[in-house]
């Protein structure tokens, strides 16, 4: 009965995804039904006749989630608990422990507890193993951990983890945890507000003009938003927060989808805050979709100098669609535009090289186009600034120590090395940077740069033809040179690294709060955009005012 159950609860899934493919067959219907029935023949098939106990609902799981990942990275499935996880994303607001967790092997790691949350009050820090949570043992679950860390208010879970390798107990309490879109907002000096925007869920536009009213009222008469890092959210969020800097009525983005039903344009409806408060607005190439609405938006009416570096290009529109069973699949359904007529997406997913990658525009098949005060600008993908900061650039070799948790795992042991810290901000020597070289060749940490990842697939291959032994010389000899190669990056980089490393030790003692009360006096690209608000002759010379 209980396979029965699963089975159903899939099926309807697949048949929308066949369906919605379907729709670029020109309407085949008959190529529709036939696929359908090719797919559901296999399937049952399988489960009924293959030699070990199948899970119906963990194989169709993976099968729909792999079609889907063939279309674009947007396009997914979502079973109960991933439309649960969606919910909270958009809201805002859930029940939990209040920090950010990743699962790594038998493990979850506290990448970030928040403060005054409740992992933060059982006292735990970044860098916590949690190994056992009540009588479950992480290393015998394999499904979503974190689940296993929600339920209704003030309810008490036991945990272990593990803090330094030395076994720990704690007991959680958890509580309403509130996502703040807007984690901070104050004065740099006396006239310059800075807002940071770090999503857009549904209180982003509130957020943001709560803290924009707060700080005109404060003195401010010149505001930085700050988008870096931010992946984007809810649309009608990011129109409303473009409302609060433009009139009543203007065009803040389109969407063109092959579907006329999807084609629609979005429009200020609401009385500005104030439309001649200078505004800079700071992106980089982590800050998307809504985060490149509302700066692309801004930089077409002329309302803004954006400054940063390139924004990342993700100008693909989704629809979440319900599903039976309490899932949903959310599907790709248009493209945005900004006011000039500039498409925000970098990469096309229905072109793709000989390698199976979405297919870039090339700079020199670049589009130009005019703002509202007749400046030129340019497509190719994300928003490019008006004012480009090379320091909002990330190097491919500091991706790689932040993807492979180098610069987190080092400050975990430096927070532990230096315990009375506290409020006082270190200065990143050169010998602090060779003690994190020491402790990457300590770790054997990879760096797994595109490079490397070749080298290694071609051992594996080597291995599997049986020639492995007449290239071992050669191999660790190129694998050497490449790691030499890569600490000189580490040098030839060594202000960008040392300025991450100091992010995540601040946040380890002072947390997110206090990296952001940093920013407000010491961060460059802050400290330009502060620099360019105070020239107006620049500032209005660059928007041709």
């Known amino acids: 009965m209980k396979i029965r159950t699963k089975k159903r609860y899939i099926i309807p899934a697949v048949l929308f995804g066949f369906l919605f493919i379907g729709v670029s067959f020109k309407d085949d219907f008959f190529e529709i039904a036939k696929q359908i029935e090719i797919f559901t023949n296999v399937y049952k098939t399988v489960n009924q006749n293959y030699v070990d106990e199948t899970n119906p609902a963990e194989l169709m799981d993976k099968s729909i989630k792999a079609m889907l990942a063939d279309i674009d990275p947007y396009t997914n499935f979502f079973n109960e608990q991933d439309v649960i996880k969606f919910k909270i994303n958009n809201t805002g607001e859930y029940t939990g422990i209040g920090a950010m967790i990743t699962r790594k092997d038998d493990k ?76 901070f907002f104050g004065k740099i000096d006396e006239k310059t507000g800075y807002i940071v925007l770090s999503q857009f869920n549904k209180k982003a536009s509130s957020e943001t003009k709560e803290a924009l009213e707060k700080l005109k009222s404060e003195g401010a008469t010149q505001i930085i938003l700050d988008l870096r890092g931010n992946p984007g959210g809810l649309l009608n969020e990011a129109v409303n927060i473009c409302n609060l800097f433009v009139p009543k009525g203007e065009i803040i983005v389109t969407t063109k989808s092959k579907n006329d039903k999807y084609n629609s344009t979005y429009k200020t409806n609401r009385e500005p805050v104030d439309t001649e408060i200078p505004l800079v607005v700071i992106v980089d190439g982590k800050s998307a979709s809504a985060s490149e609405i509302v700066s692309g938006a801004l930089q077409d009416l002329d309302r803004a100098v954006i400054v940063g570096s390139r924004s990342f290009g993700k100008g693909l529109v989704q629809r979440p669609f319900d599903l039976s069973y309490g899932t949903q699949v959310k599907v790709t359904i248009s ?73 987190f795992n080092y400050v975990t042991n430096y927070y532990y090395k230096n315990p009375n810290l506290g409020d006082k901000i270190p200065t990143i020597s050169e010998a602090d940077l060779a003690d994190f070289k020491a402790f990457i060749k300590k770790e054997k940490i990879d760096f797994d740069t595109e490079t490397e990842v070749a080298l290694k697939n071609m051992l594996e291959k080597a291995k599997k033809e049986k020639i492995d032994s007449e290239i071992t010389l050669e191999y660790q000899a190129l694998l050497n040179s490449l790691q030499k190669s890569e600490e000189h990056l580490i040098d030839k980089n060594a202000k960008e690294i040392k300025n991450l490393l100091l992010d995540e030790i601040i946040k380890r003692y ?36």
Do not use: H, W
């Open 108 to 183: 979850i790691i506290i990448k970030e507890p928040y403060k005054g949350y409740p992992a933060d009050k059982a006292g735990l820090k970044a860098g916590d193993e949690i190994i056992q949570i009540g009588d479950v043992l992480l290393s015998d679950f394999k499904d979503d951990a974190s689940q296993l860390m929600k339920g209704s208010k003030n309810t008490k879970i036991d945990i272990k983890f593990l803090r330094q390798g030395k076994p720990m107990n704690a007991q959680i309490v958890l509580d309403e945890v509130e996502l703040k879109a807007v984690p």
């Open 335 to 407: 493209r945005y535009y900004t006011p000039s007529g500039r498409c925000i997406q970098a990469l096309n997913y229905s072109k793709k090289d000989k390698n199976g990658k979405a297919t870039k525009t090339e700079e020199k098949n670049y589009n130009a186009f005019k703002t509202k005060n007749g400046r030129t600008v340019y497509d190719g993908g994300g928003i490019l600034p008006d004012v480009e900061l090379e320091e909002t650039k990330q190097s491919s070799i500091a991706e790689a120590l932040i993807k492979n948790e180098a610069i």
């Open 510 to 545: 002072q947390y997110k709060e206090g990296l952001y009360q940093y920013y407000t006096k010491n961060n460059s690209e802050i400290k330009k955009a502060v620099a360019l608000l105070n020239n107006s002759l620049e500032y209005n010379k660059i928007l041709k005012k």
